[in-house]
């Protein structure tokens, strides 16, 4: 089946450490996505990515970094430079040229980062 | 750069009735998608129905349905015959329908449904 896998589902990081966040798709999307959640502010964009070797920053990039050699893979990486790292992290795929086929993104089951 | 508004943080339904969540934005593009996506307690964000703007009529999915102001940038989520399976939280998304750089969703605060017996 088709899908986005993130991992781990849980992650626990000393202050101090960078942390990666995997995120894998199989369906042929060329956009993807990362989103934070924090209670009561919703989903924010962190970065972005329409096309292999190429990203943009987004809302809330500031001490986040991504990179994407593969199209199916998006990873994050939450740097030491990340004042307030805790929290649900979603990764999303969907079909850039908006008007063709579905425009919706398609997410991942997230990662919960808690700083120890 | 456009915004996502849900003035409701907190609705209640009771189990059956209808229940109207409320969403506006504000963009200056006249083309764009518009989205409802649902998040239950496992967190996993479920599309729960998109309209597209160039589409007058409302977009309907079994019970759920829209109600698309274009001209007051509106766009509320109607939930008929209200189940337990419901409570969620809804979140309200935008897109540009634009093939660059503006093809990211942006989303609002989201609205937490809670169905009572």
């Known amino acids: 089946d088709g899908g986005i896998t993130q991992s781990p589902k849980y992650l626990f990081r000393k202050e101090g450490q960078n942390v990666t966040l995997s995120c894998e798709q199989n369906l042929n999307h060329d956009a993807m996505y990362w989103y934070r959640q924090d209670p009561g502010q919703g989903l924010r964009l962190i970065y972005y990515s329409q096309i292999v070797n190429d990203f943009q920053k987004g809302d809330i990039a500031e001490g986040y970094s991504v990179s994407r050699e593969k199209k199916e893979s998006f990873p994050l990486t939450v740097t030491s430079a990340q004042k307030n790292p805790t929290a649900f992290y979603l990764c999303a795929s969907s079909i850039p040229q908006a008007r063709v086929g579905r425009t919706e993104a398609f997410f991942g089951q997230g990662t919960r980062l808690t700083v120890v | 750069a456009q915004t996502v508004t849900q003035s409701q943080p907190e609705m209640s339904v009771q189990e059956a009735e209808t229940v109207t969540l409320s969403c506006t934005y504000d963009?200056?593009?006249?083309?764009?998608?518009l989205f409802w996506y649902k998040q239950p307690p496992s967190r996993q964000m479920i599309l729960v129905i998109r309209?597209?703007?160039?589409?007058?009529q409302n977009a309907t999915e079994n019970r759920f349905s829209v109600n698309f102001q274009k001209a007051a940038k509106s766009f509320s989520l109607k939930i008929s015959d209200s189940q337990l399976g419901d409570a969620a939280m809804y979140f309200c998304?935008?897109?540009?329908?634009?093939?660059?750089?503006?093809?990211?969703?942006?989303f609002g605060t989201g609205t937490r449904l809670q169905v009572t017996l």
């Open positions: 309209q597209e703007a160039y589409k007058q």
């Open positions: 998304a935008y897109r540009s329908a634009w093939a660059g750089t503006a093809s990211k969703l942006t």
């Open positions: 963009t200056s593009e006249s083309d764009y998608y």
